[in-house]
Structure formats: structure tokens, C-alpha cells
């Protein structure tokens, strides 16, 4: 197993249980748990340097490609030679962050929560958002990536059927409604090109690694656990889509989220004091965020042997 001598380096990590019980907390990613953020959201004074609620927080490059044809002279094109004018859908699969949990709100008392899919770094296609199927308009016209958003907990629009809370666990119900979906008549004629799809997943597995082990939570994270779901994902991608570029994107520390959230006032209390599950590791001590952050580092070149073990097999 790829992944099998994480389970033997776990107990060396220095993770701290934390006595989360889901008696005492609301279950994430649940309708009682939005609504709970909702309410907390809304009772904080909120710091912004712009008037516009769509602004962005960072500065960016720009990007200034202009549309290119690019002919190698290859006739029977294979997944080693594919050129951004070959990609004809853009797909994405995974939990919160590729279903766009969250990523923007209202100023209080009328925050809300929705998925932003349209500005998901992977498929989201709102105009002038920087996003991968935006980067492809310059060279092919793809189908695929959502524009708007969506209700949370929903389960997709257009090919991105990422969901939030979603676990290496839940993939395979993710690629079945790929597939689904792709059986229908909206997407004959891209059936046999090729197709982008990014796989991120992971985070909320590692965040379970520090919950109390009456939640089930850690069991989710097993390096056998983890490891045979996500092949089992790629293997359906490879066999029952095909013509498939896998971006299978490396899990990120999630203790950074902590971090992340030091001087906001609103932030500091959800993940501080609120007793809110949010990320059981980030939420706890220096000695958790130090342990999830070492077993992340451990996992990315796992992730990316498994890629390329997909792409030398992934045939048509």
C-alpha cells in the first residue's frame, strides 16, 4: 500500500485528541451547523478596505493571453500531448473549497452562507473570476464550469460535483453523479474529448484526525482508509469517463486556517471559543496544528506517486 507506513507514523505525531462529541457539538456541515455561523457572522463587526463586497482581498496578476492555435502535427492525440485547445470540459470533484463554501457573505446583520461555485479556483466561470476554465477561454470553448452559486449542501452544478463536508470517503458518490450526468444529452458531443477534472480532497479527513475517537472522525483518516478510496475514485475516472487529464491537487497544512484567522475578530472567536467544529487540529493546541501540519508534508508526495501511477495507465 502507498500510503500503508502513514498508519505506523501516526502515533509518532504529536496529536492531542480533542474532547469534540458530537452530543456537545452540531455535526458540520449540517443545516443547524450553517445556520449557527450564520447567526455568529452576524454579530461581529466586520473590517473591509473596500466598499465593494466582490473585491478582492489580494492583489493578482494579470492575465493577458491572447488565443493561440497550436499545431504539433500529432494526429491521435494521447494524455502526455494534450494542448489547452484540446480540453473541451472542465470538471471539478471534492468538499467545501472546490463547492465554494462560504467564500463570500454579506456585510452583518444579513451575512448568509452560500456556495460561490462560479469563483472556484478550479471550474468557476462568473466573468473576470481567475479560474482555470477562464484561463482555457483563451484557447477553446469548454463546457462545464458553473457560473452563480449555489444553496449550501447542494450537490453540483454544471460538472462541478464537489460537496461540501465531503470526505476521500463520499468520491465515489461524487464520480457517480459524474458519470450520471455525463450520459445525458447536454454532454454528447464532448464524450470522447478530453476532459480537465481536478481532485481535491483530504482536508476534512486530516481535520478529523484530532476529534475524540467516539465521533468515528480519525477512522476516516487511516493511511489504508484514505489510500484505497482514492484510487478507487481515479480508477472509475480512468475506466468509466476516459479521456481524462486528473489534476490531482496536493492537500494543503489545515492548520494554516488558524493562522489564517489571527486579527479578525469574528474568526478568532469561531475558532477560539465558539466550541463550533470547524478543524478539530487547527482548533487545538500549537502541538496539534505542529502534528497536522508534519503528517500533510508526508502526504503530498504519496498524492503525487498515485497521480502519476493514473496517468501511465489512464490508456484512452
Not at 205 to 215: E, F, I, V, Y
Not at 226 to 243: D, N, P, S, W, Y
Request: aromatic fraction near 10%.
Amino acid at each position: 500500500m502507498v500510503f500503508a507506513y502513514l498508519a505506523a507514523l501516526l502515533p509518532f505525531l504529536p496529536f492531542k485528541q480533542t474532547p469534540i462529541t458530537t452530543s456537545s457539538v452540531l455535526s458540520p456541515y449540517t443545516t443547524e451547523w450553517i445556520h449557527a455561523l450564520e447567526q455568529l457572522y452576524n454579530v461581529f463587526p466586520h473590517s473591509s478596505n473596500s466598499t465593494k463586497s466582490d473585491a478582492c482581498l489580494f492583489d493578482i496578476p494579470q492575465f493577458n493571453c491572447t488565443s493561440f492555435y497550436w499545431d504539433d502535427g500529432i494526429a491521435k492525440r494521447d494524455v502526455r500531448h494534450l494542448r489547452p485547445q484540446d480540453i473541451k470540459a472542465v470538471i471539478s470533484i471534492g468538499d467545501s473549497i472546490s463547492a465554494g463554501f462560504g467564500m463570500q457573505t454579506a456585510r452583518p446583520p444579513f451575512g448568509t452562507v452560500w456556495e460561490y461555485r462560479g469563483k472556484v479556483f478550479s471550474s468557476g466561470s462568473d466573468p473576470d473570476e481567475y479560474t482555470i476554465a477562464n484561463f482555457l477561454s483563451s484557447y477553446t470553448d469548454t463546457k462545464g464550469g458553473p457560473a452563480g452559486i449555489t444553496m449550501p449542501l447542494a450537490r453540483g452544478k454544471g460538472l462541478n460535483g464537489a460537496i461540501s463536508g465531503g470526505v476521500v470517503q463520499t468520491l465515489d458518490e461524487e464520480v457517480t453523479r459524474l458519470v450520471h450526468q455525463l450520459s445525458h444529452k447536454e454532454y454528447t458531443d464532448i464524450r470522447d474529448d478530453w476532459k480537465l477534472i481536478t481532485v481535491l480532497i483530504g482536508a476534512n479527513n486530516l481535520c478529523g484526525l484530532c476529534a475524540a475517537p467516539s465521533t468515528g472522525l480519525p477512522d476516516q483518516a487511516t493511511a489504508d482508509a484514505f489510500e484505497h478510496h482514492l484510487r478507487l475514485a481515479l480508477e472509475r475516472l480512468r475506466i468509466e469517463i476516459g479521456h481524462t487529464f486528473v489534476n490531482l491537487m496536493a492537500m494543503f497544512s489545515v492548520s494554516v486556517v488558524y493562522d489564517a484567522a489571527r486579527g479578525e475578530q469574528y474568526c478568532e472567536f469561531l475558532m477560539d471559543k465558539s466550541n463550533m467544529y470547524i478543524c478539530p487540529c487547527a482548533q487545538g493546541t500549537d502541538e496539534d496544528r505542529r502534528g497536522i501540519y508534519l503528517f500533510a508534508k508526508c502526504v503530498k508526495p504519496l498524492e503525487r506517486h498515485s497521480s502519476n501511477h493514473f496517468v501511465l495507465y489512464s490508456g484512452r
